[in-house]
């Protein structure tokens, strides 16, 4: 769907106008993060002008993606609204992550994703077995790094962030000692970003970048708030956080220098 868009030279907005289909719902249908239905494909094919014979066969394609992600299934406790995210980060090919006031999901250790349950206002009732729940789709989702198709993930975390105490001492040291050995992976590169860079680019708060091995499909920025997400795909959007990304990492401590920091930091954890 996203080459047939292209190919017409049209965007999203002009899309869900003419086919009569929601934008957001051929965003998704685009990133692969949506089971589609029959019906919008049906209206995008004849939008596109596709011919009955490739439409049957995208109908079908349509059809047998109702066989749902593991994200997508009931009772993973993943938010309706954070699904999009995580389809879109099973199939990158590389992210760029930006983290200012927490380690980022992707990194983090049980107990301190644990901790950061146990004190979020938004989640007052959840149970322990919904608790269990998020922590199983965040280390599913981390299985990923370790796995033949691992992206490549460039991570700079503010040094706030390795010194922002999570649960406690010991749960913190952890952490730390956890990003000591994630640093070594060939796949995963981590920086920080010092006190001593002063004011930068970046202090608009955190965003993720995430790229994807087809060269058809544009590379997406996601941003996040409390109870939804924003995902920004036009070209002078991907420039520009690109441009702020660039400079986070040349005036963020090169990767060994920010292992040598993040030991220290844990050192004095003890």
């Known amino acids: 769907m996203r080459k047939l868009r292209a190919a017409r030279a049209v965007n999203l907005d002009e899309v869900a106008r003419g086919s009569d289909v929601g934008r957001t719902t051929v965003y998704r249908i685009e990133q692969a993060s949506h089971a589609p239905r029959v019906n919008d494909i049906r209206a995008l094919c004849m939008y596109y002008g596709v011919s009955d014979e490739h439409s049957e066969v995208l109908v079908t394609l349509a059809r047998e993606s109702r066989l ?3 994200w997508q299934r009931p009772g993973t406790g993943i938010p309706a609204w954070f699904e999009t995210y995580v389809g879109l980060e099973e199939e990158a090919s590389d992210l760029r992550i930006y983290e200012p006031e927490l380690i ?3 990194l983090q250790t049980e107990s301190y994703y644990r901790s950061l349950l146990r004190i979020d206002p938004s989640l007052p009732e959840l149970s ?12 599913k989702r981390q299985e990923r ?6 992206p490549k993930l460039w991570v700079i975390l503010n040094e706030a962030a390795l010194r922002r105490e999570v649960g406690g001492p010991i749960v913190m040291k952890a952490q730390l000692d956890h990003l000591v050995e994630l640093s ?8 920080v970003l010092p006190f001593s860079a002063g004011a930068h680019a970046g202090v608009d708060g955190f965003f ?13 920025v996601y941003l996040q708030f409390r109870r939804g997400s924003l995902y920004l795909e036009e070209p002078e959007d991907l420039i520009e956080y690109t441009e702020i990304y660039e400079h986070l990492r040349a005036v963020a401590l090169s990767p060994d220098q920010s292992t040598e920091l993040i030991e ?3 050192a004095e954890a003890r």
Not at 128 to 139: A, F, I, K, P, Q
Not at 184 to 191: A, E, F, K, S, V
Request: net charge positive; hydrophobic share 35%.
């Open 145 to 150: 790094l370790t796995g033949p198709d691992a």
């Open 68 to 70: 749902r992600g593991w």
């Open 208 to 220: 993720h970048i995430l790229g994807f091995p087809e060269q058809a499909d544009p590379s997406v």
């Open 264 to 266: 220290r930091i844990a």
């Open 104 to 106: 980022t999901g992707l």
């Open 184 to 191: 070594r992976p060939r796949n995963i590169t981590l920086q």
């Open 128 to 139: 322990g077995r919904e608790h269990d729940r998020r922590v199983e789709v965040r280390l």
